[in-house]
């Protein structure tokens, strides 16, 4: 968990000082969800690979080697000026740090998660599944006001003429880079101390088209399982709609009311601190009732349709931190739904790296929805009723999905938290 947290910190904090560092090279305003959206294709293009990487090794040590590849794209950002003299190079080596962060992440994932449902029973996992993602979301508010702080204009000079950074930092987002890295290296010393749960994996596949061709079975092996599919669809739709949010926020933050970035940057937090209200809250659904929970989702569509009515401080606080508790709310226990589904029908490793590939995939569409928007010169209250009514509409998709399901299979809902195999698990 400390390990986690660490290396989300970084994650979120680096963002924030590449955002900046692109402002200070005059990039334009789409470049920065296309960031992202080359952070989220390392996980598509490598989402094949991971489970296999993660199953093969014990998971500190994957988590360990995953974390140093993050290590290296912010070494590589923080040497920008050295690497490229014209601007347009700066800005394409942003993207190629940042990418290979994503690369890190997508690797890391599968071994965060894959180590919940190889050390907790079934019926404990929505509880450590809050946990972990209320941890998680703490580290993204953390990580995400570090770097507003890091790049704040009364803050960075001083933190620039600090002894030590000084000799190596010569503008802020050097400076906020250089103490991003030590935070990277702290989550590895973490890395190191994680124990070995002494869960062992049939010998994983090492031919590419092999692990391609196995990797697309496990795929088909999830969307077709009744309760897998809907629980996939879900966090695949939050997941795509976060990512997209992060940044309409910030885009809000600065048209609507005037923030700065590392302003700005304090809404996110807000959001993701009410994300954590609505993840402990979670953690007292049972496994069995985690369908219960998908109403919430409509909720967060609609409670996000109100942002553009919201001006004062108390009022955008609020409004932030219920569309993080509602978020919360619904996205824990079906993380915990899909991770047990997975654990049952493939493997930690497998499972999870199948959840990220159609997520990321989200977050890549989603994106790519929002620099097209931007680049139509749509104004930002526009672009987030079209966000919200999205989010609603495919949330009451998938309850009317999940209902004929079940009335299909009466007792489908029986299979959750079953560990049974052969003719049982055919059954479920």
Known sequence: ??????????????????????????????????????????????????????????????????????????????????????????????????TLVGIGAAAYSPAKYGIVTEMLKPELLVKGNSWIEGLTVLSIIVGTVLGGVLIHPDISPTLQNTPGINQMATNRTEAAILIIGFIYLAAAACNLLIPKTHVHYPQQKTNPFALIHDFKGYVCVLWQDKLGQISLAVTTLFWGAGATLQFIVIEWGAQQLGYRLDQASILMGVAALGTIVGAYLAGKVPLKKALSVLPMGVAMGLVVLLMPFVKSTWAVHSLLLLIGATSGFFVVPMNALLQHRGHVLLSAGHSIAVQNFNEQLNILFMLSLYSLLLWLRLPINVIIMIFGLLVATMMLVFIYWNKQNHKRDPLLSQCIGEEGHGKALQEC
Not at 16 to 22: F, G, P, V
Not at 36 to 44: D, I, P, S
Not at 78 to 91: E, G, I, P, R, V
């Open 1 to 98: 968990m400390a390990a986690q947290a660490l290396s989300s910190v970084a994650d979120n904090a680096l963002l924030i000082a590449a955002i900046a560092l692109i402002a200070d090279l005059s990039g334009p305003d789409w470049m920065v969800p296309l960031m992202k959206w080359w952070f989220a294709l390392a996980y598509v293009a490598l989402a094949a690979f991971v489970g296999a990487f993660a199953d093969a090794f014990p998971k500190g040590r994957v988590m360990f080697i995953t974390n140093g590849i993050k290590f290296i794209g912010c070494a590589l950002m923080f040497n920008l000026h050295t690497l490229a003299s014209s601007q347009d190079m700066q800005l394409f080596y942003i993207f190629f740090a940042y």
